[in-house]
């Protein structure tokens, strides 16, 4: 038996703390899936799907209901309960005992702190890049103003944050060019940028997104780049680019590529790979995919997370199935022969908590606030 009693989980959001009806759920389910604002096909649910399955799995029993009971009679005792109580039991019963809190995607979402108190568990803070350089674009008249403050801000968040992340790098900048732009083509999108910005709007100027992520960079906290579902090998260049730099690359939901995220982990010293929502979108076929990452990264390479948004199911799934493949692949391993039982304990904690450890500095003095 492979033991992952404490995870780090390297990558998520708050919970939310509102009640959800059986459409508010799903919507939120399927926004986890990719889905957007799009609806299931007629006389479906987000539900028909690995993830909606793996929330029937492993929830119902935390909240006192037998696995895969209906997800209307799962809501109702969820309601029964109430949010707070809800939240509550599902966090504390999924093991993570690190919470790493990207903070770019309000929502009405718990922050680190209060994540932390309803999970008892302990967590950090991740800086998103794009909302930062939204909120300086606010309160900057000029673009002089604007590059310099926003230089301040990344270098300052860095003083409280364990990592950086980037929501847009991968599909605008980092396909362009994977190198920094010159002083004179930043200022000039900048004065583009802020002239014919209307409210509100999100950053998405490919120059302006190279700039924020080598300034970024040059902080020397790890940097987190979704890849979402495009394929990873694209960032290759900027990876070959921040070599030797200090600051580890971490690629954050990179299915259905994860052979190339895992490819791009062995090629180069400082890039990782994040799991989870890998194994969470995957649900019952988890270990057959997390078999074909460990073919290709070294062990040392791969994160657990959940890349949970909204819901404490999400965090659950992301526990639970993430134990359940990684034991059936290295248990299957150690029955071969091809593994000792030792060694495969030993890279199991190191996906689980260990390598995020180490990557986040997260037991070394200077990290930024815990709670």
Not at 60 to 83: I, K
Not at 230 to 245: E, K, Q, V, Y
């Given at each position: 038996m492979i033991d992952t009693p404490s995870l780090v989980d390297q990558y998520c959001h708050g919970v939310l703390r509102r009640e959800l009806g059986l459409g508010t759920f799903e919507a939120?389910?399927?926004?986890?899936?990719?889905?957007?604002?799009?609806?299931?096909?007629?006389?479906?649910?987000?539900?028909?799907?690995?993830?909606?399955?793996?929330?029937?799995?492993?929830?119902?029993?935390?909240?006192?209901?037998?696995?895969?009971?209906?997800?209307?009679?799962?809501?109702?005792?969820?309601?029964?309960?109430?949010?707070?109580?809800?939240?509550?039991?599902?966090?504390?019963?999924?093991?993570?005992a690190t919470y790493l809190v990207d903070t770019g995607r309000p929502d009405d979402l718990t922050g680190p702190a209060e994540l932390a108190t309803v999970g008892a568990a302990e967590a950090h803070e991740i800086v998103r890049l794009e909302p930062l350089a939204e909120q300086i674009a606010d309160t900057s008249g000029t673009v002089e103003a604007f590059l310099a403050n926003l230089a301040e801000a990344v270098h300052g968040a860095a003083a409280h944050a364990v990592a950086f992340a980037s929501a847009e790098g991968a599909r605008h900048g980092l396909a362009y060019a994977p190198d920094p732009p010159e002083p004179g083509e930043v200022r000039r999108a900048a004065g583009r940028w802020l002239a014919g910005r209307p409210a509100g709007?999100?950053?998405?100027?490919?120059?302006?997104?190279?700039?924020?992520?080598?300034?970024?960079?040059?902080?020397?906290?790890?940097?987190?780049?979704?890849?979402?579902?495009?394929?990873?090998?694209?960032?290759?260049?900027?990876?070959?680019?921040?070599?030797?730099?200090?600051?580890?690359?971490?690629?954050l939901h990179s299915y259905p590529h994860h052979r190339a995220a895992a490819h791009l982990t062995g090629a180069h010293?400082?890039?990782y790979a994040d799991l989870?929502?890998?194994?969470?979108?995957?649900?019952?076929?988890?270990?057959?995919?997390?078999?074909?990452?460990?073919?290709?990264?070294?062990?040392?390479?791969?994160?657990?997370?959940?890349?949970?948004?909204?819901?404490?199911?999400?965090?659950?799934?992301?526990?639970?199935?993430?134990?359940?493949?990684?034991?059936?692949?290295?248990?299957?391993?150690?029955?071969?022969?091809?593994?000792?039982?030792?060694?495969?304990?030993r890279v199991a904690t190191m996906i689980a908590a260990d390598t995020a450890r180490r990557v986040y500095r997260l037991d070394r003095p200077g990290v930024g606030p815990r709670w």
């Open positions: 939120h389910l399927g926004a986890q899936l990719g889905a957007g604002g799009a609806l299931p096909a007629a006389g479906t649910t987000f539900f028909d799907t690995q993830t909606g399955f793996a929330v029937r799995r492993w929830c119902p029993p935390l909240l006192g209901l037998e696995p895969h009971c209906t997800p209307a009679r799962y809501l109702a005792r969820r309601r029964e309960l109430g949010v707070a109580e809800a939240a509550r039991r599902l966090l504390r019963a999924s093991g993570i709007e999100r950053l998405g100027d490919p120059v302006l997104l190279r700039h924020l992520l080598w300034t970024a960079v040059t902080a020397g906290r790890p940097l987190q780049l979704h890849t979402g579902d495009r394929d990873p090998a694209s960032i290759a260049g900027f990876a070959a680019a921040t070599t030797g730099l200090g600051a580890d690359l971490v690629l010293a400082h890039v989870g929502p890998v194994l969470v979108h995957t649900g019952a076929r988890a270990a057959a995919v997390l078999a074909e990452v460990l073919e290709r990264a070294p062990f040392g390479k791969l994160l657990f997370s959940s890349g949970a948004h909204g819901l404490p199911e999400l965090h659950v799934v992301a526990a639970s199935v993430f134990r359940t493949a990684l034991t059936r692949v290295l248990g299957e391993w150690v029955m071969d022969g091809a593994w000792s039982r030792k060694d495969a304990q």
